[in-house]
T-cell receptor
Framework: DAEITQSPRHKITETGRQVTLACHQT?????MFWYRQDLGHGLRLIHYSYGVQDTNKGEVSDGYSVSRSNTEDLPLTLESAASSQTSVYFC????????????FGPGTRLTVL | QKEVEQNSGPLSVPEGAIASLNCTYSDRGSQSFFWYRQYSGKSPELIMS????GDKEDGRFTAQLNKASQYVSLLIRDSQPSDSATYLCAVNVANDYKLSFGAGTTVTVRA
């Protein structure tokens, strides 16, 4: 069955380190999204991509970057981790078109000490 | 004004009752509307999608859409303890594939 996976599921890192969170989908979806979810803020869009080599900034993109070299993967990189980036990160994908339904991965809980 | 607003919770309902969740949105160009369920510590799960005015039923869930009033709702009939979760309303950004999410309404079904 098609799915979307994230790794690692849990990560503890130190301030200033570079961290990369992986997202892999086998839906063959064109669109992929990264969100963070914090208490009191709901889901906030970090970056998104509508196809290979396409990347776009979301509402909370500072300190994060993404690259899309193939359809299946959209890794999220924290260039220099900060304590404010402690959060739960969700990757999602959608085919686009009329539906626009997004399907979410299981999430990565990141703690920056 | 937030793009998507949901009625504040938490919402507590007795088992077997109807839970009613409401959502309003600001973008008149939105065409796709979704309800996600999120259990504590888990990722959001799509449970309903609706694109046309009126009602859409799927099992114990009914989504209602009124584009003129910019309003979408979710009814959960015969609520079960397994329905206890946070429900997120999501609306597509006009002419885009992005979704705007509400803050969520937490529902607790008490036995």
């Amino acid at each position: 069955d098609a799915e979307i996976t994230q790794s690692p599921r849990h990560k503890i890192t130190e301030t200033g380190r570079q961290v990369t969170l992986a997202c892999h989908q086998t839906w063959n979806h064109n669109n992929m999204f990264w969100y963070r979810q914090d208490l009191g803020h709901g889901l906030r869009l970090i970056h998104y991509s509508y196809g290979v080599q396409d990347t776009n900034k979301g509402e909370v993109s500072d300190g994060y970057s993404v690259s899309r070299s193939n359809t299946e993967d959209l890794p999220l990189t924290l260039e220099s981790a900060a304590s404010s980036q402690t959060s739960v990160y969700f990757c999602a994908s959608s085919q686009g078109g009329m539906g626009n339904e997004q399907f979410f991965g299981p999430g990565t809980r990141l703690t920056v000490l | 004004q937030k793009e998507v607003e949901q009625n504040s919770g938490p919402l507590s309902v007795p088992e077997g009752a109807i839970a009613s969740l409401n959502c309003t949105y600001s973008d008149r160009g939105s065409q796709s509307f979704f309800w996600y369920r999120q259990y504590s510590g888990k990722s959001p799960e799509l449970i309903m999608s609706i694109y046309s005015n009126g009602d859409k039923e799927d099992g114990r869930f009914t989504a209602q859409l009124n584009k003129a009033s910019q309003y979408v709702s979710l009814l959960i009939r015969d609520s079960q303890p397994s329905d206890s979760a946070t429900y997120l309303c999501a609306v597509n950004v006009a002419n885009d594939y992005k979704l705007s999410f509400g803050a969520g309404t937490t529902v607790t079904v008490r036995a």
